[in-house]
């Protein structure tokens, strides 16, 4: 006999484990499918934390050997231990991946082992890795199988000299020359953390700027402070071809427009232009689970595929290939299974670059605004201006609100600056409860912390900041 579950959830990354450890909170019995050798997915294994840890630990390095001077700190000669920093790195994420594990437990999901396979609305066929395969039965079956690297066409990934970001990730030296493909936020993280630790970083981007899905000022923002610390970035450049000889790999790019080509020598190249969904193996079609033509499994509202009893949530749907949106939509759907009425409200999920300064926004851009015809005031204020940002010695950077003309509803917020990352919650909260600019600037900010520069920013909406 199959064993029986109320849900079970494919893929044990962040919208997976959630949407399972969710069911079992609300008493149904759940089981997550999961192939790799722990659990977390994407974010916890290959994605999220370990870049963190390695973004952390970069940063400490570049701060000892820069920054520290200044604060009259000095101490002799510096030194890298790479293979140290690798093994910090592995065991935050072993650690952070065992305690997904121990969730499991104390929440009673069990983790089946293997490939999933989707063999009818009700019916999921596990393989495990020796190939012995068992079936399990259920209410419901949630896809929550992520999304992978998109590759360059003619420019293949063996993960020692051209890497995609998992072989970025376990480096085992520093390259000289180190060229990344795509200006997005994982080729500048990871070009941070190479760049910080002695490579010279060279940036290859399409479009005219990096970071193009964010507010138009801030790419280009980050790109002067990057170009300071020594990255080189190339934009409206294509790359034509690559092939890596004896002397490492040579780049053929070409202007986006079109022009004389040029080579571009490299140790190591990042291939970062982004991801995709990821569905192999699931028999999606047999099944007649519809996707859109970028191959996203296609939803409704309530994250119902149009085949009854499956659903669909996290990178592998519409939306932005975040780790919290996917980890929202986990809990979102199994409250829906269990008849309540949970609501996302997408405009008021973040997105941060953690490249140093941090890159962060919620809310809707100055471009979509127009686009959209919505008559909006715009405060800015600089953390030049903001006192904490002078006694840390981090002052690059500025925070923009976005607010509507007539109503002075909190529409979007912009930051570039340190520590923006964590900035930007008090953004988002004041557009998940609608609250207006005045409403933040009338908010007691204690003094002095980098959140003053949200405060002021919001009062220059009306323009009344006080310390500029
Ligand atoms: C380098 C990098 C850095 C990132 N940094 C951030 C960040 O700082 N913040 C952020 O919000 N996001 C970040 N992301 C994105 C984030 O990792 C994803 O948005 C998030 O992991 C998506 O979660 P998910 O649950 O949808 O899928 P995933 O985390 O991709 O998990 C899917 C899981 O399903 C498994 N699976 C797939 N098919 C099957 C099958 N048939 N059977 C069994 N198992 C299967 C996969 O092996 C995987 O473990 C980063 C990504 C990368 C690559």
Same mark, same amino acid.
């Given at each position: 006999?199959?064993?029986?579950?109320?849900?079970?959830?494919?893929?044990?990354?962040?919208?997976?484990?959630?949407?399972?450890?969710?069911?079992?909170?609300?008493?149904?019995?759940?089981? %997550?499918?999961? $192939?790799?050798?722990?659990?977390? !997915?994407? %974010?916890?294994?290959?994605? %999220?934390?370990?870049?963190?840890?390695?973004?952390?630990?970069?940063?400490?390095?570049?701060?000892?050997?820069?920054?520290?001077?200044?604060?009259?700190?000095?101490?002799?000669?510096?030194?890298?231990?790479?293979?140290?920093?690798?093994?910090?790195?592995?065991?935050?994420?072993?650690?952070?991946?065992?305690?997904?594990?121990?969730?499991?437990?104390?929440?009673?999901?069990?983790?089946?082992?293997?490939?999933?396979?989707?063999?009818?609305?009700?019916?999921?066929?596990?393989?495990?890795?020796? !190939?012995?395969?068992?079936?399990?039965?259920?209410?419901?079956?949630?896809?929550?199988?992520?999304? =992978?690297?998109?590759?360059?066409?003619? #420019?293949?990934?063996?993960?020692?000299? #051209?890497?995609?970001?998992?072989?970025?990730?376990?480096?085992?030296? @520093?390259? =000289?020359?180190?060229?990344?493909?795509? !200006?997005?936020?994982?080729?500048?993280?990871?070009?941070?953390?190479?760049?910080?630790?002695?490579?010279?970083?060279?940036? @290859?981007?399409?479009?005219?700027?990096?970071?193009?899905?964010?507010?138009?000022?801030?790419?280009?923002?980050?790109?002067?402070?990057?170009?300071?610390?020594?990255?080189?970035?190339?934009?409206?450049?294509?790359?034509? /071809?690559?092939?890596?000889?004896?002397?490492?790999?040579?780049?053929?790019?070409?202007?986006?427009?079109?022009?004389?080509?040029?080579?571009?020598?490299? /140790?190591?190249?990042?291939?970062?232009? !982004?991801?995709?969904?990821?569905?192999?193996?699931?028999?999606?079609?047999?099944?007649?689970?519809?996707?859109?033509?970028?191959?996203?499994?296609?939803?409704?509202?309530?994250?119902?595929?149009?085949?009854?009893? #499956?659903?669909?949530?996290?990178?592998?749907?519409?939306?932005?290939?975040?780790?919290?949106?996917?980890?929202?939509?986990?809990?979102? @759907? #199994?409250?829906?299974?269990?008849?309540?009425?949970?609501?996302?409200?997408?405009?008021?999920?973040?997105?941060?670059?953690?490249?140093?300064?941090? @890159?962060?926004?919620?809310?809707?851009?100055?471009?979509?605004?127009?686009?959209?015809?919505?008559?909006?005031?715009?405060?800015?204020?600089?953390?030049?201006?903001?006192?904490?940002?002078?006694?840390?010695? /981090?002052?690059?950077?500025?925070?923009?609100?976005?607010? /509507?003309?007539?109503?002075?509803?909190?529409?979007?917020?912009?930051?570039?600056?340190?520590?923006?990352?964590?900035?930007?919650?008090?953004?988002?909260?004041?557009?998940?409860?609608?609250? $207006?600019?005045?409403?933040?600037?009338?908010?007691?900010?204690?003094?002095?912390?980098?959140?003053?520069?949200?405060?002021?920013?919001?009062?220059?909406?009306?323009?009344?900041?006080?310390?500029?």
């Amino acid at each position: 006999m199959a064993e029986r579950y109320d849900v079970v959830v494919i893929g044990g990354g962040p919208g997976g484990y959630v949407a399972a450890i969710r069911a079992a909170q609300l008493g149904m019995r759940a089981a %997550c499918v999961d $192939s790799r050798a722990s659990l977390g !997915g994407t %974010c916890l294994n290959i994605g %999220c934390i370990p870049s963190k840890a390695l973004l952390q630990s970069s940063e400490k390095f570049a701060e000892a050997g820069h920054s520290l001077a200044e604060h009259g700190i000095s101490i002799g000669e510096l030194g890298l231990d790479l293979a140290a920093m690798m093994a910090r790195k592995d065991k935050v994420v072993t650690t952070l991946t065992r305690g997904v594990e121990f969730l499991f437990r104390k929440n009673k999901v069990d983790w089946l082992k293997g490939r999933a396979r989707i063999a009818a609305p009700g019916r999921v066929a596990v393989t495990d890795n020796d !190939g012995a395969s068992q079936d399990v039965e259920t209410g419901a079956i949630v896809i929550a199988t992520g999304s =992978e690297s998109i590759p360059l066409p003619g #420019i293949a990934v063996d993960e020692e000299r #051209i890497v995609s970001s998992t072989g970025a990730l376990a480096l085992e030296r @520093v390259p =000289e020359r180190l060229a990344v493909i795509g !200006g997005g936020y994982i080729g500048l993280e990871l070009g941070s953390v190479w760049s910080r630790l002695g490579a010279k970083v060279t940036v @290859v981007e399409y479009l005219d700027r990096i970071l193009p899905n964010m507010d138009r000022e801030l790419g280009p923002a980050l790109q002067r402070l990057l170009t300071r610390s020594g990255v080189v970035f190339k934009l409206a450049t294509k790359v034509v /071809d690559g092939r890596a000889g004896n002397d490492g790999v040579a780049l053929e790019l070409e202007p986006a427009a079109g022009g004389t080509r040029e080579t571009l020598a490299a /140790d190591v190249v990042l291939v970062a232009i !982004g991801r995709r969904p990821f569905t192999d193996g699931l028999s999606l079609d047999e099944v007649g689970v519809a996707r859109d033509p970028a191959g996203r499994v296609t939803v409704d509202d309530g994250f119902a595929t149009n085949v009854a009893g #499956i659903y669909a949530i996290g990178d592998v749907i519409r939306g932005p290939m975040l780790a919290h949106k996917a980890m929202e939509e986990g809990v979102a @759907v #199994i409250e829906r299974l269990a008849g309540q009425k949970p609501d996302i409200d997408y405009d008021a999920i973040p997105s941060v670059v953690y490249t140093w300064p941090e @890159v962060a926004a919620v809310g809707r851009t100055e471009d979509e605004l127009k686009a959209a015809g919505v008559e909006y005031r715009i405060g800015k204020f600089p953390f030049t201006a903001t006192p904490r940002a002078r006694t840390n010695g /981090d002052t690059d950077g500025f925070v923009k609100v976005l607010a /509507d003309a007539a109503s002075d509803r909190v529409l979007g917020v912009h930051i570039i600056g340190p520590d923006a990352g964590t900035m930007i919650a008090e953004a988002a909260l004041a557009i998940e409860f609608a609250a $207006s600019a005045e409403d933040i600037a009338r908010t007691s900010h204690a003094h002095p912390t980098l959140n003053e520069a949200l405060k002021e920013a919001a009062l220059a909406v009306a323009g009344r900041a006080i310390h500029i």
